[in-house]
């Protein structure tokens, strides 16, 4: 049984959600949390669903899918702590700049009194992921769950899932694109050699999507009118604003840019808050971009400035503010594609907005506003722009088209913004100490983990060393003084309080091991250890610890991090480079000339780009640096609460999401037996849903219909697949394949598929048997073409259930109820039957003694069988060649034999294709037909 849930604070509260997959009530896996950025106290209802979750995945790095993950961590840390993450690389390191650029902006990282959380804590979370490869598969869940992770190819490193526990198969898609991009392949659905379905992505039990619908319009149109607004622009002398998410689709609207300046004079700027950390990061991850794309930019000879995210490319600003300062042509890219409260997109917006010659282009839907005055609800601009371009393209054309240019001219209220100020005083001191005391915490903490894991290896070695026959007395002696210093340092810790100078020391020490002892560790070099009393004489006279090797029955085990890349390897600290770290250790313990002289030196050998990165980084995310503090309207020193806008505005759909004929084909081609539709959070009527219900309710009429036409052109005089296999594949079987199921998700609505299993009982369809080893050796198996094969077998299911057999279970009286027999705990396995023939002798005799019809009696006596396999005719072709027959095609797919037979497949509608349609022999019955009937019965198999 499989249950999919949309967990939310509450009915129509999206201030954050996840994806909740359940198998069998028993393996729970939480996918993509994301958080509105309003208020953090919204993940407490998750608390309950966190301590019965096995494992969290993530799909995608963009702020829908992992914004929710670093609240959960620092509101449930000692539980976060405990659950698995798995990402693949992109996804790991993209995120962080994602998850940075949207905390900055919702005002809960850097130096801002409502300060959350740092830095740091962002780094040591997202160094737990669990990297992932493409089709690389993982078992979770104690190993009950596989899971492999396929390119989505809507974002770099994105990615949609494929869950199978036995017979339960789910592919969760929630958001993927069918076609190619600048840079990225497309959803890896189709396999690009053979154009079929991968086979373990065919008949899944459930299909899960998103109905956030793509543009119709191919891509290559799409870019043309993208990069025709881009000139027309910069032809006026003007600017084009184009606000994008950072670490999505950024990167290709960058490369289109890049690509089509080709070193033109037109500054390009980019304002973030993480500086150019996410181009840096892309440049190193071209493994896993398209290969003609890598392998055009490989082939430049290893010339860095010609990469196509090279950071160089683009030119960084202090303060956007310097924009309205710089007159002329220029294309600037923003991070935050809302252009929300916070985001420097609105900023750059509101410094541009009142000149006619800028141009806002916007390259993704905004999400759906709850009311009228988006803006006032806590959503940004980017949706009233939105709708504002619609009902002005509506006007001016009569339609919505991409591309479509209009001029802007309206008065935005922003009663509710805050802006940010300078902290002085009071507010400024208590947030330095609340901080430094935080830091204090954090560092105690470590040092005690620290220090009794050092005396919890010591014990180890104490008691590895006490297999020595001449000291073993000693070291049980010594590994129970140990143990007793141990429990009474744990005692110790938990009663006393620090001190001041105790703290000071504290945090040198860990500065200390933190620094050199660790970094010693990983690069295997000698350490200096302070010999105490608490290691043994020998140990003090020589302390050398050798390195504890592990054994398993191939050998000593590797470990596979001692053989990683460098540049897949995520270090603590990764965004800021160390330079914070730098700064606190100049602050506290290096207060001297050199000290800034080495500073000076290393910031000459930077360019002039680096260093106003660095120097964005100090100012955006360094929490001690000018603490600042967002002001509210009523308390801001400046009065203007309005925005006049006067500006060109445009919308080109460049947000890589399929469109509803390309959803139509994946489904039609992967056949899941149930689709299971997520909401469109894109708009605020549900469009998209209404629109994909209801293509799918069509296509099941459609399939109504050809069945009905199926039915009636198969007769007595077609040699059809349907006759051969008996009529089981008809509309009219209980075998056929039946109705695509179409659901949709609510928020906690759970959606169960298969047999409800909350009594513990499971259907009689939803098992999986074991063969024994007696009924193995007894098939006979027939090949069914090149790479299957089959065979019939007969037996008796026996039922296990270890709870049964249990001793326990055998104290209590034995109920006889069905669930204690049949639950997910039950095995089945398939006996041989002790007299095999005399049971099909019996049962024929029994059929012959009772049925009189005639033509019934032949086919008791003949057996009849069920035939199995797909005829194709080219193969059919090499069959009847064999034969000295002459066979070629001829017309329209049509295999003409000796100029007197035709054979052909039909399929009846889009339903059908080569690969499952009938097979139709026309033409007179003679020696010739009954050869080639013969032939075609020789290639199925037979049950």
């Known amino acids: 049984m499989f249950t999919f849930c949309l967990l939310t604070p509450g009915p129509n509260d999206h201030a954050f959600k996840a994806s909740l997959l359940t198998f069998d009530n028993e393996q729970r896996i939480l996918a993509d949390p994301s958080w509105n950025g309003i208020d953090p106290k919204a993940a407490r209802f998750m608390e309950s669903h966190l301590q019965q979750t096995n494992a969290i995945i993530i799909s995608h790095s963009t702020n829908e899918f992992i914004s929710g993950y670093i609240l959960l961590c620092i509101t449930f840390p000692s539980i976060m702590s405990n659950i698995p993450v798995y990402s693949t690389l992109p996804v790991n390191q993209l995120g962080r700049i994602s998850t940075v650029e949207y905390y900055r902006s919702s005002g809960i990282l850097g130096p801002l009194l409502s300060n959350l959380v740092e830095l740091d804590e962002i780094d040591n979370w997202f160094d737990k992921f669990n990297i992932v490869k493409y089709q690389q598969n993982v078992t979770i869940c104690d190993r009950k769950i596989t899971m492999t992770p396929y390119n989505s190819g809507h974002s770099l490193g994105g990615t949609f899932w494929l869950l199978v526990k036995k017979i339960d198969r789910i592919i969760y898609a929630p958001s993927w694109n069918h076609s190619k991009d600048a840079f990225l392949n497309s959803a890896n659905f189709i396999n690009a050699t053979s154009g079929n379905p991968h086979l373990s992505l065919l008949r899944p ?18 870019c043309e009118k993208f990069l025709q607004l881009v000139d027309a622009t910069l032809a006026n002398g003007g600017s084009a604003v184009i606000p994008t998410s950072i670490s999505g689709r950024f990167l290709e609207v960058f490369h289109l840019v890049d690509e089509h300046l080709k070193g033109a004079p037109i500054p390009v ?17 071209m493994d896993w971009m398209s290969s003609g794309f890598s392998n055009t930019w490989n082939s430049d000879g290893g010339n860095n400035s010609l990469l196509p995210f090279n950071p160089s490319k683009v030119d960084l600003l202090l303060d956007p503010l310097e924009l309205s300062k710089t007159p002329g042509s220029k294309i600037i890219f923003c991070a935050g594609l809302d252009l929300k409260n916070g985001d420097l997109s609105s900023k750059v917006f509101s410094y541009l907005c009142n000149d006619e010659r800028t141009t806002v282009i916007l390259t993704e839907k905004p999400p759906a506003a709850a009311a009228t005055n988006s803006v006032e609800n806590g959503m940004g601009l980017s949706t009233d722009l939105y709708h504002e371009w619609v009902r002005l393209s509506k006007e001016r054309t009569g339609k919505v088209v991409d591309g479509t240019p209009v001029p802007l001219e309206k008065i935005i209220n922003l009663n509710s913004w805050v802006q940010e100020e300078e ?43 006490s297999s020595d026959d001449d000291e073993e007395e000693n070291d049980d002696e010594t590994s129970a003084k140990v143990g007793e210093i141990f429990d009474e340092k744990v005692k110790q ?181 149930n689709l299971i539709l997520l909401p469109d959070e894109r708009a605020s ?129 034995k109920r006889k109820l069905l669930q204690d027999y049949i639950n997910s705990n039950t095995q089945f396995s398939l006996k041989p039957l002790e007299s095999e023939q005399a049971l099909f002798k019996q049962s024929n005799a029994n059929l012959l003694a009772t049925t009189n019809d005639p033509k019934m009696l032949t086919m008791i006596s003949n057996a009849p069988k069920l035939a199995i396999g797909n005829i194709r005719l080219p193969d059919l072709k090499k069959k009847l060649t064999s034969l000295n027959l002459n066979a070629e095609f001829k017309g329209e797919g049509t295999l003409v034999v000796d100029d007197a037979l035709a054979i052909r497949k039909i399929a009846y509608g889009s339903l059908e294709s080569d690969d499952s349609g009938d097979i139709v022999i026309d033409g007179n019955a003679g020696p010739l037909y009954y050869t080639v009937k013969e032939c075609i019965k020789e290639m199925l198999a037979y049950v």
């Open 269 to 285: 700027y980019f304002l973030s808050y993480s500086g150019t950390k996410i181009l840096s990061y892309a440049s190193s991850l």
């Open 685 to 813: 009527d549900q469009s998209g849903l209404d629109q994909v219900e209801k293509f799918f309710e069509q296509q099941q009429n459609e399939q109504t219909v050809e069945n009905t036409k199926k039915q009636i052109v198969n007769s007595s005089r077609y040699l059809s697949l349907s006759a051969i296999r008996d009529g089981l594949t008809t509309s009219t079987s209980p075998l056929s394949s039946g109705k695509l199921n179409v659901l949709v998700a609510h928020d906690d609505q759970p959606i169960k598929i298969g047999v409800d299993s909350e009594n513990g009982v499971i259907g009689l369809r939803n098992f999986e048997i074991n063969l024994d080893d007696a009924v193995v050796s007894t098939l006979k198996w027939q090949s069914v073409g090149d790479n299957y094969k089959v065979a019939k077998l007969y037996g008796e299911l026996e039922l296990i259930n270890e709870q049964e057999s249990s001793p326990e279970h055998n104290l209590h009286k």
């Open 493 to 673: 810790e938990k009663t006393h309080v620090p001190s001041t100078k105790e703290v000071d020391d504290l945090i040198q020490h860990e500065a200390f091991v933190m620094d050199n002892v660790k970094q010693n560790f990983e690069n295997h070099l000698p350490i200096d250890i302070r010999v105490t009393h608490k290691l043994k004489p020998r140990q003090a006279t020589f302390p050398f610890f050798p390195p504890k090797v592990t054994f398993d029955d191939y050998g000593q085990v590797i470990d596979a991090k001692d053989f990683e890349r460098t540049d897949q390897i995520s270090h603590n600290k990764i965004i800021m480079e160390g330079k914070r770290k730098f700064d606190e250790k100049k602050q506290k313990w290096n207060k001297n000339d050199k000290t800034d002289k080495k500073k000076n030196q290393q910031m000459s050998k930077l360019t002039p780009q680096e260093q106003v990165n660095q120097q964005l980084l100090q100012k955006y995310l360094d929490t001690l640096y000018k603490p600042m503090k967002r002001v509210q309207p009523g308390h801001r020193t400046s009065s203007s609460t309005q925005l006049r806008v006067r500006c060109g505005l445009a919308f080109v759909d460049l947000s890589g999401l399929v469109d509803l004929r390309s959803l139509g084909i994946i489904v039609q081609a992967i056949k899941p037996y």
């Open 205 to 222: 039990t459930a299909f899960i999507t998103a109905t956030d619908l793509g543009s119709a319009m191919s891509h290559k149109k799409r």
């Open 423 to 465: 902290a002085n005083g009071p507010e400024a001191a208590d947030f330095v100490k609340k901080i430094t005391q935080k830091r204090k915490e954090k560092l105690m903490a470590k040092v005690r983990d620290q220090k009794r894991q050092n005396l919890l290896s010591t014990d180890v070695i104490d008691v590895e060393d």
